[in-house]
């Protein structure tokens, strides 16, 4: 029965003991953080979610990359076209509220929005997205 428990809490003592060793050190526990890639029709459009983006406080930056061509289908039939793509680095935990927000605003039906987690980078960085992107 112990050991049965004791498998069924290692995630969570584990996670405990990996945050504790964190706050301890002063290290960065990977996917902390992501990044979220948001496609946009073009720069205006690009530049007004960026910024209700940061208005909301989902992010601690966003760049915004100029024009890059796209291919794709839509609806049975292969789509070429222009776009701007957003990379905004945030908070893990503010993924789901970041895409829901951007699903809420975007012009596209389908909005691209992608998050990758941030295995490791700059610690002085990493604890800057920390403190400018609030905790849920």
């Known amino acids: 029965e112990v050991l049965t ?51 909301k406080k989902l992010a601690a930056y966003v760049n915004i990359l100029p024009k890059s061509s796209a291919l794709y289908f839509w609806k049975g039939e292969l789509e070429e076209s222009t776009e701007i793509l957003l990379l905004v680095k945030t908070r893990t935990s503010k993924i789901g509220e970041l895409s829901n927000y951007v699903r809420s605003i975007h012009p596209f039906e389908i909005p691209e929005i992608i998050s990758l987690p941030i295995d490791q980078g700059n610690p002085v960085y990493l604890r800057w997205i920390a403190e400018s992107v609030p905790r849920d």
């Open 5 to 55: 428990l004791l498998v069924l809490m290692y995630p969570m003592l584990r996670g405990l003991a990996v945050h504790l060793h964190s706050a301890l050190t002063g290290s960065y526990i990977p996917g902390t953080h992501s990044i979220a890639l948001v496609a946009c029709l073009n720069e205006q459009i690009a530049k007004d979610i960026a910024r209700a983006i940061m208005d």
